[in-house]
C-alpha cells in the first residue's frame, strides 16, 4: 500500500488523512460484498447474445484490462459491427464490474452492436486519470483492431465520467456517448446541495477526495467534460439523471450549453423525483427497475438513430 499511495504526481501522498480514507474505501468494498452476496448480479441468460470474457493490454507492460465482449447471434461471424463500449459505475472505488451486463446485453440485441464491456482501476489507490487512462487503452485498442467500424461510449455515473472524459483525447474517433447520471464537472467550488438518499453531498464528496489527488485541475477536460469545446465533442451525446440526484444539474448545463452552441444532437432526459442510480433497484443496485427499462430503451433507441444518421 505505501508504495502506492507514496508515488509522487500520481498518488495519493502517505498520510493520516489518505489511510483514513483507504480504510473506509476498503470498508464500503467489504459491505458491497456482503450486499452483492445477497443480491448478486442476475445470470446471464439472454439467448440472443453471445457473451465472451476477455482482457485487454494496457499501457503498462505486462498488465491487461478486464472486458466482456457481447454479441448478437444473429450477426455473421464475419460480420462488421458498430461497436459500444462501456464503463460500469463505481464511485470511483468500487469493484462492480459485470453490474451492466443486462444493459450490454440490450444493447447488443437490439441496437445489434458489439458491446465490449470494460473493467477499470479503482480509487483511492488508482486516482484520477488511472481510470480514463484504461479506458483510453480500451479505446485505442478496438480502433487498432476493428478497422472501419464506428466506435461509441457509454457510462454509468464514474463510469459516465470516464466516457465523456475520453471525449477531449478520442472525441473525432467516437461517434456517440450516452451515460446515465455521469459526473461532467467537478471543478464547482462545492457538490450540490440535494435530497438524495443514495447520493448525498457527504458521499460524493467523499469519493471525490478519494478520486482526486491534491493539486489536481478540476477544470482538466478528461475529468471535467464540461471543458471539452463543443466542436471537439461527438455528433450524438445523450445523458439521463433523476432530478434529486446532485450530478443532474451539471448534466443539465451541460447539454444545455452543446444545444447552445450549435451541438447537432445533444439530449438530456430528466427524471422527476429520482435519485442517484434510479434506474437500478435492490441494495447493491443490480436489478432493473421497469423505468430503468423504459429509459435504457429510450436511450438504444437514440443510439439506434445516431447510426443511420
Not at 241 to 267: C, Y
Request: proline fraction near 8%; glycine fraction near 6%.
Amino acid at each position: 500500500m505505501s508504495k502506492i499511495a507514496t508515488e509522487k504526481g500520481r498518488h495519493h501522498s502517505l498520510s493520516l488523512r489518505y489511510l483514513c480514507r483507504w480504510t473506509l474505501a476498503r470498508l464500503l468494498r467489504v459491505l458491497i460484498r456482503i450486499q452483492l452476496f445477497f443480491d448478486p448480479f442476475p445470470r446471464f441468460k439472454n439467448p440472443n447474445v453471445t457473451r465472451t470474457e476477455g482482457r485487454i493490454p494496457s499501457r503498462d507492460e505486462g498488465r491487461y484490462i478486464r472486458v466482456r465482449w457481447y454479441r448478437p447471434t444473429s450477426a455473421a461471424p464475419d460480420e462488421a459491427l458498430p461497436v459500444l463500449v462501456n464503463f460500469h459505475g463505481s464511485g470511483f472505488l468500487l469493484p462492480l464490474f459485470g453490474q451492466d451486463e443486462g444493459w450490454c446485453a440490450s444493447v447488443a440485441e437490439k441496437a445489434r452492436m458489439l458491446v465490449i464491456d470494460a473493467d477499470y482501476r479503482k480509487a483511492p489507490e488508482y486516482p484520477f486519470p488511472f481510470a480514463s487512462e484504461d479506458g483510453e487503452d480500451v479505446v485505442r485498442h478496438i480502433l487498432a483492431n476493428i478497422p472501419h467500424t464506428t466506435v461509441s461510449l457509454s457510462g454509468f455515473s464514474a463510469g459516465g465520467s470516464v466516457a465523456f472524459g475520453l471525449t477531449s483525447v478520442l472525441g473525432h474517433h467516437i461517434h456517440s456517448v450516452v451515460s446515465f447520471y455521469p459526473s461532467v464537472d467537478t471543478a464547482a467550488d462545492e457538490v450540490a446541495q440535494t435530497d438524495d438518499p443514495v447520493l448525498p453531498p457527504v458521499l460524493l464528496r467523499f469519493l471525490f477526495s478519494c478520486y482526486l489527488v491534491a493539486g489536481t485541475v478540476r477544470s482538466n477536460p478528461r475529468l471535467s467534460a464540461t471543458f471539452v469545446p463543443t466542436q471537439d465533442m461527438p455528433p450524438h451525446v445523450w445523458i439521463s439523471a433523476g432530478s434529486i440526484d446532485p450530478l443532474h444539474d451539471s448534466g443539465h448545463a451541460f447539454v444545455s450549453r452543446l444545444q447552445r452552441e450549435g451541438h447537432p444532437d445533444a439530449v438530456f432526459v430528466s427524471v422527476p423525483g429520482k435519485p442517484h442510480g434510479f434506474d437500478r433497484s435492490g441494495a447493491a443496485k443490480v436489478t432493473l427497475s421497469p423505468l430503468g427499462q423504459e429509459k435504457h430503451d429510450e436511450a438504444i433507441a437514440f443510439l439506434k438513430k445516431a447510426l443511420k444518421a
